[in-house]
């Protein structure tokens, strides 16, 4: 997991001018808990919050497991999130060859995730 200060995530998310980017906006005062950032996932870190805003970075299903097992996001549906994040990541990155060595990888992941 690599940590981001405040200034870069607000550097890399808030600040693409237009209608057409995907990346997560400001919605009023709130900033979002987690996003992608092309192949990682970026989440704050809730354990600093709120006397800090701080982010970490994301590069593999494990990171992300390891995330939520250390309490960097809190809250049912944040942690459902993540998860499934995670399971996306980990596919996403999966050299398996074929449907069946795939679903293997994906119950792996699961169980990873739980």
Do not use: N
């Amino acid at each position: 997991m690599v940590v981001l200060g405040e200034r870069q995530f607000r550097r890399r998310f808030f600040l693409v001018p237009g209608p057409w980017s995907l990346v997560p906006t400001r919605i009023g005062s709130m900033l979002p808990t987690i996003a992608w950032d092309g192949d990682d996932i970026v989440m704050i870190d809730q354990r600093k919050l709120p006397g800090r805003e701080v982010y970490v970075r994301c590069r593999s299903a494990q990171q992300v497991a390891r995330a939520i097992k250390t309490m960097v996001i809190r809250g049912a549906p944040a942690i459902g999130v993540a998860a499934a994040m995670g399971l996306a990541l980990g596919l996403r990155k999966s050299s398996a060859g074929g449907t069946q060595k795939l679903a293997a990888e994906f119950y792996k992941l699961c169980g990873l995730m739980a």
